[in-house]
């Protein structure tokens, strides 16, 4: 019998598979066999998969009708589909980067979740979806369709950019680039503290916190989690904050908030992390004020997915798509530029919030930010 092994990916929705081919198989055809053996997959995916160099035999590309051999070890990486292919569609704005016949770039806002899940059955990204691609009513997706072409998840609090696939070949080509570690993203965060080296790399194993099972957690001695490597560098310090730009190698569920907050640098306003509390600054009334003032401005943690890079599926060539901070996000650095800019002691009290950024606050309070 065939030995398959599984490991997962996080933030990336694809799976890795091993399969260890049983030394009395007949020849069948590569596309046929993993059909037979990978549940709710199409053979269409499989090929597509194939194409895109998602399969490989003993470490190479091999193409839909190769025929296997006894004691064959297949490398796969495939789409996941979700628990539940039921989607109601919703006519819910999105905003729109860049469209193709191939793919998508989507602009996520602040608060969207990027698929239904337990609790979650409506106003996520792929209600929107398809309602742009054409869905009515309520019904059960075809076999292949459930995802949308998603192959890969933002946190439901952070805004940017979110790569769509809207063909197979698209889907399997870009989860290629993923698992390669070959697609750029850049993202930006305000965190708690300033780095003591202005550029570097934090290395460190994420997986499920065990006492905590709605976080992550960094295991460093690197026998628990999922390998995890995130680059930063500052932007910008506002001495208490800073805010740094993070390229991640990997993609891990949390990733950039459990590696800063093990760096000693909690993102700000994060409250799964403990970025909700003061890490930083002065014991001054008017200093509290000031950073409960912030919290209005943004309040959610401060991430943002701000470029994406890739090699699109079809035509070969790389592109990049870059998106700027939302108003919220911008607003709150000013506030805190023009905090360090106007004290010549950090550890003076500071001014309570204006009646104009007063306005700009409700005013985005009340927008979809």
């Not at 989507?106 to 054409?134: D, E, Y």
């Not at 080296?197 to 690197?222: H, Q, W, Y």
């Not at 003061?278 to 000031?290: D, H, R, V």
Request: charged share 25%; net charge neutral; glycine share 6%.
């Amino acid at each position: 019998m065939e030995e398959i092994n599984e490991s997962w990916q996080e933030e990336n929705d694809f799976d890795q598979l091993q399969i260890i081919v049983d030394p009395g198989q007949q020849a069948i055809r590569i596309d046929h066999f993993l059909a037979e053996k990978i549940p709710r997959v199409s053979r269409n995916k499989i090929q597509n998969a194939v194409k895109a160099g998602l399969v490989k035999i003993n470490g190479s590309e091999v193409k839909s009708n190769y025929k296997l051999r006894p004691n064959d070890k297949i490398d796969v990486i495939i789409p996941r589909p979700p628990v539940d292919s039921e989607i109601i569609p919703e006519d819910i704005p999105l905003d729109i980067i860049y469209e193709d016949e191939t793919l998508m770039v989507i602009n996520k806002s602040c608060g969207m979740v990027v698929h239904p899940a337990a609790g979650v059955r409506t106003g996520t990204l792929v209600n929107a979806l398809a309602w742009h691609f054409g869905l009515r009513k309520k019904s059960v997706l075809p076999e292949g369709k459930e995802r949308f072409g998603l192959v890969h998840r933002i946190d439901k609090e952070t805004s940017g950019l979110l790569l769509v696939a809207k063909t197979d070949y698209a889907a399997a080509h870009l989860s290629k680039q993923f698992f390669n570690h070959t697609i750029e993203r850049e993202y930006n965060a305000l965190i708690w503290g300033e780095p003591k080296e202005a550029k570097g790399t934090i290395t460190g194993n994420i997986g499920r916190d065990p006492k905590r099972r709605s976080c992550m957690l960094v295991f460093p001695d690197g026998l628990e989690g999922k390998h995890a490597v995130t680059h930063y560098e500052l932007i910008e310090s506002f001495y208490y904050t800073s805010l740094v730009k993070c390229n991640l190698e990997t993609g891990r569920t949390h990733q950039i908030r459990v590696h800063m907050k093990y760096a000693g640098h909690t993102l700000f306003n994060d409250e799964k992390y403990g970025g909700d509390q003061i890490l930083k600054g002065t014991i001054f009334t008017k200093y509290k004020q000031f950073i409960q003032n912030c919290t209005k401005i943004l309040s959610h943690f401060a991430l943002h997915a701000k470029v994406i890079g890739f090699v699109h599926p079809t035509t070969e060539k790389f592109m990049r798509f870059e998106q700027e901070l939302p108003p919220n996000f911008n607003l709150l650095i000013e506030k805190w530029r023009h905090y360090t800019s106007t004290r010549r002691e950090l550890t003076s009290p500071t001014e309570e919030i204006s009646k104009e950024e007063e306005k700009e606050i409700n005013k985005l309070m009340n927008s979809k930010v």
